[in-house]
């Protein structure tokens, strides 16, 4: 069965993204044991410096350096999602604790700008599903696609 929960989630993610302007990353997944058929998603804040300090570094330099853009920042951001199999309503718990510039633009990359070529025909938001399909843990945003 597909993982509903985890899609709608990953929704929920994006707008808080559009309405905060943080920008949530997801991290994982964790099944309630007191509570039949309840999951709880844990994203992390994108620029949270605990979380985005343990990714190891890109083996390939060009792309270490296309990664070390982004100012962190010890905002303990953390959005959790708790979801109710069979249920319509959803949990939503966000946690920031220190304001912090916005996730900022950064240069489209060419896979990226091909991709946009290739779907020019296609509505803006069907291009942007599918980047985020595709490439899920990609830094631009929405608003560069739809710009571009
Ligand atoms: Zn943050």
């Known amino acids: ?9 990953k929704n929920v993610a994006a707008r808080v993204w559009d309405w905060t ?5 997801y991290k994982k997944k964790e099944r309630s044991r007191s509570s039949e058929g309840t999951l709880t998603y844990t994203f992390f804040c994108a620029q949270n ?11 390939d330099p060009r792309e270490r350096r296309a990664r ?5 920042f010890p905002c303990n951001g953390y959005l959790r999602i708790t979801v109710v199999e069979g249920e ?9 604790h220190r304001a912090h510039c916005q996730y900022v633009d950064i240069s489209i ?3 990226t700008k091909k991709l946009i070529d290739a779907m020019k025909d296609s509505p803006a938001s069907a291009i942007w599903d599918r980047i985020m399909r595709e490439y899920p843990s990609t830094e631009i945003t929405r608003k560069q696609v739809y710009a571009h």
């Open 1 to 9: 069965m597909a993982d509903d929960g985890a899609q709608t989630a």
């Open 21 to 25: 302007g943080y920008r949530f990353i």
């Open 49 to 59: 410096e605990k979380e985005v300090t343990k990714e190891k570094l890109h083996p």
């Open 68 to 72: 070390i853009k982004m100012d962190r």
């Open 88 to 96: 319509v309503t959803l949990g939503i718990r966000l946690t920031h």
């Open 109 to 111: 990359d060419d896979e």
